[in-house]
């Protein structure tokens, strides 16, 4: 690891600030023109509903923000955005790790941190402008603004969208306006370095019919936490050599994180009706080391103690808050590339939108697996770590890439009767890949002669332990669309419906150093005529105020496992294979100005998640783990979410924001892995009715004030203060009601900050956790080396500076 030099920020932010409404300087999608910042983010419009409209004018729970509110909100990737949200929730994991996130209490995924890409679930789905994505760790980054689809959204949105839909909608080419922006910012974490965020935009007019639009990123973000390579009871002879470094043992702020990114897009007018943009999107990511605090293993904690109470969560720290054990470096190294072709072309009477995208999105990285590995081999003399010699490590490459096409129709006359069609085909490509090593195994395994070591006959490459690819091919074609009925000048119904038919490849190769797991299972499913409905209906009580009813659908797909026959006991059929789940959402909202400046937006809902999938796991020879999914019992989830926001003035604004919700499994269920065998082990797991799905807070506040003025030299200033409640979050799902779950406690942060502009630049100082609020987030089991505990970012201060020239 390259050493730094530490540089202390010299800022003070002490001002009395908030966050509310957005004070949003927008952009328009299909042009990117600077408009006028705007306070209420209800104005800002929106295409989630497949063609322009204000999001507060659309009958379902949708929120937007704006690339000047994101930026002011200090929101440049998903994990921020999560953050922000009270209806959305993912464990407070570092960079270097995907989470699972859960929306509307959709949820049955451990909130952990995993290094195993198969284990991380999500109930949202993704899309970069009209692409979806299996993930978007794109930075928010020349984004004109970010939608959020609260709910189900099978019609329009597809397979992944089964409890909400996330779409970041970029900045297009500007014919005839050169502009240019530059964006920095400089930021210190408690503990840790200056950091640097820093992007330029440049937009060029080539000609009267084509500009050229392009944007990079930089992100140098400095780490906070150590890594120490050896466990405190380890003295300075006893421990094992550093990794990279043999002589170094001491990583200081190991948690850092490099991106570069950016995007060039050509807009081609063709002529007044027809116009082509060509786009590429690129970003390379290196997150490195991981955040939290490795504590005191609960038996080495209970030394000398009588009735001692600890858990592995409250044990004493072996080094201090910020400092993790590993012996082995751990990163993640990304890589993203996106080219995409638009097509919009005015019809009579209707526009046709074309989309065709190619996307390649890989993960390669390494992390420590001592503890791990010390339960899968330290059973063989000389494996174990206590005996010193050796200790394990896991590496990962995932992959995905796919092709996606998507035209739609969408009406365009001032009609009672609007409507959607369209059609859409993609051709998918994954893999998960993940080994286990451990440099000295074939040296001293081949050594113990009971054990029957055979390197040549189990195959992989020295020092390997195990080794697991689950890979797909995945085709689908789909017909949707919708249609809207102005019934009355008040009433609308809309109707909207999904069919499609798909085909899965799979592959799951296992493979270990006895071979005892071994296993390399093809499998294909393929279903044609499978639909998913939607209806809707509003009524506009007054040009304010309107109501309306939701019923919607969302699916996810299913897959394979890699078990296995063991011991002349087969694997059940509905075990081998998983289907694919399905929500069926029922929603009651209302949106408007009930008074003079009091905006609120309010629904209440209920989720009804069929087939649910979630992870499970079959044993081979009584110690080694193959693990999997599996469709559950079904579950309901239901709860109210609120957004409003008051003007007290024309210059102060109060926000509030709330949501609640509990997911429960709504039937009990027994599901084994082999096929029934009188008086066997048929290793069967039981999910009892009632049990919590856990994931989510069951309440979520956050709330703000905002100040903004303008000065007569023609200079604005904003200052602004919000907070955010979150209660308690039971960290799995509970498989019977009585059980007891750990939770992670409650907690409340607050963000400042404060922002001058004149002319052509701004300039703001911010603050986020204000009272420096440590409260755990999430975990990684350590084992016999102890839990790492995950707390939420310290304290980070910094500035801001922009200038457009447009």
Known sequence: MVPFTKHRLSLVISAILVTGAAQA????????????KEKQIEVITVTASGRPKLASEI????????????????IASLKDLIADSVEISAPGNSARFSDSVSVRGLNVSGVNANNIQQF??????????????????????????????????????????LGGTIRYITNQPVLDDFQFNFNTSLYQTKNGGVSNDTDIVLNVPLGQSVA??????????????????NPVWLGADEGFPGNPNPNQTLYKDDDYQDVTGGKIALLWQVNDDVKLTFSHIMQDQLAHGTNGAARLPVDRACEGITDCTFTSFDTPFQYNDRTIVARFEEYADRELSMNTVDLDWQLAGMKLHSTTAFYEDSSIGQADYASQGDAYYGWIPGLALADGNDSAYMTFDNTYEGLTHETRLTSDTDSRLSWIAGIYYTDQDRNYRFSEWFD???????EVSWLGFDRSAVGGVPGQGYEEDLGSKYTELALFGEVGYDVTDKLNITVGARIFNYEDTGLALIRDYLGTTDSNREFSNKESGESFYKFNASYQFNGEVFAYFTYSQGFRRGGTNGFREEGGQQVADDVQNYEPDSTDNLELGVKGYLADGWYVQTNIYQINWNNVQTYFSQTIDGIFPVNGTTNGPDAVTR???????????DNISLSYATATTEGKWDETLTKCVYQDVPEADNECRTWNKGGLLGGSPKWRHNFGVRYDTDFDNGMTAYAALNGRYVGKVQNDRQDDPTSTVFEYPSYTTYSANIGFGKDNWDVALWVQNLTDEDAIVSNLNGGILGRRTIALTPRTVGINFSYQYY
């Open 440 to 446: 000295q195994l074939d040296e001293i395994a081949s």
């Open 120 to 161: 991380i679930r999500t109930t949202m789905a993704y899309y970069l402008d009209a692409t979806p994505l299996p993930s978007i760790n794109y930075r928010i980054k020349d984004i004109n603004r970010v939608e959020t689809l609260l709910g189900p959204q099978g019609t329009l949105y597809g397979a992944g969208s």
């Open 59 to 74: 009958p379902m729970n949708i929120s937007a923000m704006t690339e000047a509110e994101l930026r002011e909100k200090r």
């Open 212 to 229: 050229l639009r392009a944007s990079i990123a930089r992100l140098d973000e400095k780490g906070y936490t150590d890594r120490q390579v």
């Open 639 to 649: 709860g109210w979410e609120l957004n409003s926001r008051y003007y007290l003035s």
């Open 25 to 36: 300087q927008q952009q328009d999608a299909t042009d990117g023109t600077q408009v006028k």
